[in-house]
């Protein structure tokens, strides 16, 4: 842990400068800090292999890496939300994303985790966060794999920290298209570490991703086009 940290400080200097790197090394002390507070788990990368599931079910998974904290908060609140906001975290991990949305007042925190034993972390991780900080925020983890889920059309902000790979990314880009010809609205895909940011690109429901950059964390924001029709045509 130590020596990987070590070699990320030495990556950072490298291609951020001391300025940036220090700026870096602050968001992750202030991410040990969110646990020490909340008394939750929510630090530390987790192996596919360590999930609980099959070596077959995980084949097309990245690790749990938890995402940043300040950054998190800054992309989350530049977002344009009028009225009601329903984030779904796709592959939640231990939950961190979801506290940090209930941290911001969204209506409702929805993740779905398919590891066993993530998904439990998370459960925990919100009862305890729930203990120490006051919130109206309805939070919800489901056990899932989001290639078995049926999205409940509410959600205007889908979060996805390059979860997994392209296989699992195009039936999900298909999912959130489905769901806005069942019901027409206007959502935003928040998407870190935009691995497979191909399939969003090709689809005729989102215009041209921004991007945002804070702390060394790369954003694209995908926001959909208005409308029925753009989703029914892709
Ligand atoms: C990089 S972590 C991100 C965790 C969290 N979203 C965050 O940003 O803090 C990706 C997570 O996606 C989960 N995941 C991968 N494939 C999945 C699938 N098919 N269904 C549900 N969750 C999945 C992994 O178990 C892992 O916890």
């Known amino acids: 842990m130590i020596i990987e940290g070590l070699r990320c400080v030495r990556?950072?200097?490298?291609n951020e400068g001391l300025l940036a790197t220090l700026a870096i090394c602050g968001?992750?002390?202030v991410d040990v800090g969110f646990d020490l507070r909340y008394g939750t788990d929510t630090y530390g990368w987790v192996?596919?292999?360590?999930?609980?599931?099959?070596?077959?079910?995980?084949a097309n998974s990245e690790y749990y890496k938890p995402s940043?904290?300040?950054?998190?908060?800054?992309?989350?609140?530049?977002?344009?939300?009028?009225?009601?906001?329903?984030?779904?975290?796709?592959?939640?991990?231990?939950?961190?994303?979801?506290?940090i949305a209930a941290e911001l007042?969204?209506?409702?925190?929805?993740?779905?985790?398919?590891?066993?034993?993530?998904?439990?972390?998370?459960?925990?991780?919100?009862?305890?966060?729930?203990?120490?900080?006051q919130t109206a925020t309805r939070c919800e983890v489901i056990l899932d794999?989001?290639?078995?889920?049926?999205?409940?059309?509410?959600?205007?902000?889908?979060y996805l920290f390059n979860p997994f790979d392209g296989l699992v990314m195009s039936s999900v880009v298909q999912k959130i298209q489905e769901s806005l010809v069942r019901k027409p609205r206007q959502v935003h895909v928040v998407y870190r570490a935009p691995e497979q940011?191909?399939?969003?690109?090709?689809?005729s429901c989102f215009e041209s991703p921004i991007r945002f950059c804070s702390l060394g964390q790369e954003y694209l924001l995908y926001?959909?086009?208005?409308?029925p029709s753009a989703a029914s045509s892709s």
């Open 27 to 29: 968001s992750r002390v």
């Open 68 to 99: 940043h904290g300040g950054p998190l908060r800054q992309v989350l609140a530049s977002l344009d939300l009028p009225g009601r906001r329903v984030l779904f975290d796709i592959g939640c991990g231990k939950g961190r994303v979801l506290m």
């Open 105 to 133: 007042g969204f209506d409702i925190a929805r993740g779905i985790e398919f590891s066993p034993r993530l998904a439990v972390i998370a459960q925990k991780n919100l009862e305890r966060f729930a203990r120490r900080r």
């Open 223 to 227: 926001r959909s086009t208005l409308g």
């Open 11 to 14: 990556q950072s200097l490298r």
């Open 47 to 58: 192996s596919p292999g360590h999930f609980g599931l099959d070596a077959e079910r995980v």
């Open 197 to 203: 940011r191909r399939y969003l690109d090709g689809s």
């Open 145 to 158: 794999d989001i290639r078995a889920h049926t999205l409940r059309d509410d959600e205007n902000v889908f």
